[in-house]
């Protein structure tokens, strides 16, 4: 089966940094792209990042900067860290697995639970 | 720039059907689209992938009371035989060069 376990959210103080963990079961981590999609408090979904089985790094425009998407395939473990903290950065992030078919096309095809991030002093 | 825009509410009977849309903006009604699904509090979840021809790809143990389908610029989610536990949040998404793009999502409610 396969499963998607985040951590490490929580508390963050503006200005700060936070790193998030996904650890990866029930499937070969490294051969599957990844990818983080968060959630702001009653808001929709929002793409993050995105990387690939070699380590190639994908920024949303608004992310890139701040964000760094990094993984583990020894550990079967997907990172985000965040730096320099903005209250707008309160959200639910999200790991996902990522599909391509044959056209090229992507998609998440399994979902972790979600690690909840909130930005205050 | 993709723009996919979905109904914020729909409603239906508990064992009837109902067909959630979501709209690609112009120059883009050739795209594929993926609906994800969202109880309160949980993760998403993947139920398909539907492509510009109708066709439609389930993911893992989702059951065929979720069907996929196109017209034009519009990618449909239809849901036979509503349950309960159908009630959800629904978002459609797609993919282009390394960017992904969601809709606004639709709050499906099981009367």
């Known amino acids: 089966e396969v499963q998607l376990l985040e951590s490490g959210g929580g508390l963050g103080q503006p200005g700060g940094s936070l790193r998030l963990s996904c650890a990866a079961s029930?499937?070969?981590?490294?051969?599957?792209?990844m990818s983080w999609v968060r959630q702001a408090p009653g808001k929709g979904l929002e793409w993050v990042a995105g990387i690939t089985t070699g380590g190639g790094a994908w920024y949303a425009d608004s992310m890139r900067g701040r964000f760094t998407i990094s993984r583990d395939n020894w550990k079967d473990t997907l990172y985000l860290q965040v730096d320099s903290l903005r209250a707008e950065d309160t959200a639910v992030y999200y790991c996902?697995?990522?599909?391509?078919?044959?056209?090229?096309?992507?998609?998440?095809?399994?979902w972790g639970r979600g690690a909840l991030v909130t930005v205050s002093s | 720039q993709v723009v996919l825009t979905q109904s914020p509410s729909a409603a239906a009977s508990l064992g009837a059907s109902v067909k959630l849309t979501c709209g690609l903006s112009a120059g883009h009604s050739n795209y594929a689209v993926a609906w994800h699904q969202q109880h309160p509090g949980k993760g998403p979840r993947y139920l398909m992938k539907?492509?510009?021809?109708?066709?439609?790809n389930r993911g893992d143990g989702i059951p065929d009371r979720f069907s996929g389908s196109s017209s034009g610029a519009e990618r449909f989610l239809f849901i036979s035989s509503l349950q309960s536990e159908d009630e959800a949040d629904y978002y459609c998404q797609t993919w282009d060069a390394a960017i992904w793009f969601f809709g606004g999502g639709t709050k499906l409610t099981v009367l």
């Open positions: 539907v492509n510009s021809d109708g066709s439609h």
């Open positions: 996902g697995r990522e599909t391509i078919f044959v056209s090229a096309w992507i998609t998440i095809d399994y």
């Open positions: 029930g499937f070969t981590f490294r051969n599957y792209a």
